[in-house]
């Protein structure tokens, strides 16, 4: 089955600029999409189509990709960006024709 | 506002069956495919399946197929999700969540329902 690829874990001090990486073979064919989760929270999105930002959204979040690695990144890392990460994007391996979704394992990320 | 209100947490036994839902408010029901996802305790997130209110057309993950049943009854503009035969395995928080207009991700989720399945 179709897998999306995170690190576990990233750490960063206040201020500094944190980078959570998804690997997936399809992302080349399918946008990404980024949610953040704060414990005991339900997830939230905070960049869709790669690279979007939705409204409400801090300007420090923002999103790249190259190939088959989509990129997170958040500038000015602050101590309220600490959650879990999750990348988001469209299985594409069904022969059915019918749409599926894969999430990747999650980051967490500590703001030390 | 578009919301959706999930249904509360739930204790059940080993082979017990379950129902749980999703009511959604704020925007049109019917036309917008609604998700369900699993976060198992300390874990990540997991694609359940996908349903369409408006005829109930469904997709499940492989993972999942025959091993849940989604539903929805689009006259209470309300998704279900349900198990005939509850596993232990099955303790998870459960989410349903929007599946946004161009059908590419989930822009609005419930606050989750708790299912706890112990003897």
């Known amino acids: 089955s179709y897998e999306l690829t995170q690190p576990p874990s990233v750490s960063v001090s206040p201020g500094q600029t944190a980078r959570i990486t998804c690997s997936g073979d399809?992302?080349?064919?399918?946008?990404a999409y980024w949610y953040q989760q704060k414990p005991g929270q339900a997830p939230v999105v905070v960049i869709y189509?790669?690279?979007e930002r939705p409204s409400g959204i801090p300007e420090r979040f923002s999103g790249a990709s190259s190939g088959t690695t989509v990129t997170l990144t958040i500038s000015g890392v602050q101590a309220e960006d600490e959650a879990d990460y999750y990348c988001?994007?469209?299985?594409?391996?069904?022969?059915?024709?019918?749409?599926?979704?894969?999430f990747g394992g999650g980051t967490k990320l500590t703001v030390l | 506002e578009v919301q959706l209100v999930q249904s509360g947490a739930e204790v059940k036994k080993p082979g017990e069956s379950l129902k749980i839902s999703c009511k959604g408010s704020?925007?049109?029901?019917?036309?917008?495919?609604i998700g369900w996802v699993r976060q198992m305790p300390g874990k990540g997130l997991e694609w359940m399946g996908i349903?369409?209110?408006?005829?109930?057309?469904?997709t499940y993950s492989p993972s999942f197929q025959g091993q849940v049943t989604m539903s929805a009854d689009k006259s209470i503009s309300t998704a279900y999700v349900q198990w005939s035969s509850l596993k232990a395995s099955d303790t998870a928080m459960y989410y349903c969540?929007?599946?946004?207009?161009?059908?590419?991700?989930?822009?609005?989720w419930g606050q989750g329902t708790l299912v706890t399945v112990s003897s």
């Open positions: 969540a929007r599946l946004n207009q161009s059908g590419s991700y989930f822009d609005y």
């Open positions: 189509k790669d690279i």
């Open positions: 988001q994007s469209a299985d594409s391996t069904h022969s059915s024709g019918t749409s599926h979704w894969v």
């Open positions: 704020g925007y049109s029901f019917t036309s917008y495919w």
């Open positions: 349903i369409y209110p408006a005829d109930s057309d469904t």
């Open positions: 399809a992302l080349p064919k399918h946008y």
